[in-house]
């Protein structure tokens, strides 16, 4: 994969082209509180604050889970018959180190330190968790061209939650692990990439496709060859920033969990298609919604013993839409309070029986996937005008059957007064989601 540096220069770091912005360790704001223990955390220069190396700084869950490489699994979603790592009784909290994928795949050279060292990132700011998995994991065999790209960690029981509840998952962190991620476009993949038979996607040419034709050498089957791009991005006084010839961008960070999940595949086994984690179902997974952050409150239906939640997909930041194909991605402590919905208690929307359903202090937030069964195979190939009609729809449900209002008023309130954004295009399923602002109904 061809690296573009963030110091503004090209290197040729394992194939991969990686754009450096800044160097890592400037001074920032998204730090945790408290201080690492001994050599497993260390404080970069600048200011930014510590390195969340696991067990290290403040843990602010009732329980913890780190990223082991006996436990994740990568690129796969536990299914309904998945052995949980991890109890907690509803109600409690959990902190959980989400790892990301970027700088450890298969098309980076698997290595961190030397992906990341090659970017001038120093050793003790490469987290321990990201170089055990990437050299020690063993629990699926990987295939790059086949298998998700993330890192999915546990999944966490709920004491008591059984099918035809809702599992209310409030993010209450998201707080960066290290002052750096990665924004990565492959060949084949994100909202310009070029189709089976060299075929641009409708509505653009095949000079239009991101990354071009002429760079894709993914005949080779050597994935560090593939011609991948990766920008490495640093945080630097509290943003992001992406460097362009003499140009520097600047942009806030958002971190959430892109991946907040809970169990939803029927399938045996570890490695199912349909347990892929790639497209967003109906238990949550790679839902890329931006909004779902700290302060945020996420719904999903709960179709196993326990729910078995997870998460992966750690960002620092993202627009609607994940256009490229991922988001700055970058490692993250989240810790998430858990709770058990049961029917007809009230403690949950009535949509998130059956749907994926968001809420932020301001805003309701329906939600609709182009898929929601997440088979419809590789490529993207979701129809977001689906994907926007099952958003309508259960905004719909919500303000009638919620809200008390009529149904034909509340159509006509959300064209008048809702947005209606897209969540990604990049997930093989895509997503729509909307937001209802809550002060209307105030």
């Known amino acids: 994969m061809g690296v573009v540096a963030a110091f503004g220069t090209l290197t040729a770091a394992t194939g991969c082209t990686s754009t450096q912005a800044a160097a890592p360790g400037g001074s920032g704001t998204a730090s945790a509180a408290g201080t690492a223990s001994g050599a497993a955390g260390s404080t970069p220069s600048g200011g930014f604050g510590e390195i969340l190396q696991p067990n290290s ?20 979603v536990p299914t309904v018959h998945a052995t949980p790592v991890l109890s907690i009784p509803s109600g409690q909290t959990v902190t959980i180190d989400a790892l990301s994928h970027e700088g450890i795949l298969e098309d980076q050279g698997r290595n961190p330190l ?22 020690e994991y063993n629990r699926t065999p990987r295939n790059f061209d086949k298998d998700g790209p993330h890192i999915v960690t546990g999944p966490v029981a709920v004491e008591g939650a059984e099918p035809g509840d809702v599992l209310k998952i409030e993010t209450l962190e998201a707080i960066p692990r290290v002052p750096y991620g990665v924004v990565s476009s492959r060949h084949g993949k994100g909202g310009l990439a070029v ?13 239009e ?74 238990g949550g997974g790679n839902i890329d919604i931006r909004h779902l952050g700290p302060g945020s409150t ?19 930041g993202m627009g609607d839409g994940e256009v490229a194909l991922t988001a700055m991605e970058g490692s993250l ?14 403690d949950a929307p009535s949509v998130a029986y059956t749907y994926p359903f968001g809420e932020t202090k301001d805003a309701w937030i329906p939600i609709g996937l182009s898929d929601p069964d997440g088979l419809a195979g ?8 689906v994907a926007m009609r099952r958003a309508i729809i259960n905004a719909l449900d919500f303000l009638q059957n919620d809200r008390g209002m009529d149904r034909a008023i509340a159509y006509a309130y959300l ?28």
């Open 415 to 442: 064209s008048a007064a809702a947005d209606f954004a897209v969540s990604q295009v990049v997930d093989r399923t895509v997503g729509v989601h909307g937001l209802i602002n809550k002060t209307d109904f105030a």
């Open 57 to 76: 700084g403040t843990i602010s869950g009732d329980a913890y889970l780190a990223s082991t490489p006996e436990d994740v699994l990568w690129g796969y």
């Open 195 to 207: 189709q089976p038979d060299v075929l641009p996607p409708a509505g653009i040419t095949l000079e």
């Open 114 to 135: 030397e992906y990341f060292g090659g970017l001038g990132v120093p050793e003790s700011s490469i987290l321990q968790d990201a170089v055990s998995i990437a050299a």
């Open 209 to 282: 496709v991101m990354p071009p034709v002429t760079t894709d050498n993914r005949a080779s089957g050597i994935p560090s060859d593939y011609g991948n791009v990766s920008v490495f991005t640093a945080i630097e006084d509290g943003k992001a920033v992406m460097t362009s010839g003499d140009m520097k961008v600047r942009f806030a960070l958002r971190p959430f969990l892109g991946m907040m999940g809970v169990a939803f595949a029927e399938s045996d086994g570890l490695t199912s298609p349909e347990a892929n984690s790639v497209p967003p179902t109906l």
């Open 333 to 346: 402590r989240g810790t998430f309070r858990l709770t058990v919905c049961k029917p007809g208690s009230g």
């Open 378 to 385: 590789g490529g993207v190939t979701g129809d977001l005008n």
């Open 298 to 316: 996420f719904y999903l239906p709960v179709k196993a013993d326990g729910a078995l939640f997870y998460v992966g997909d750690p960002h620092m």
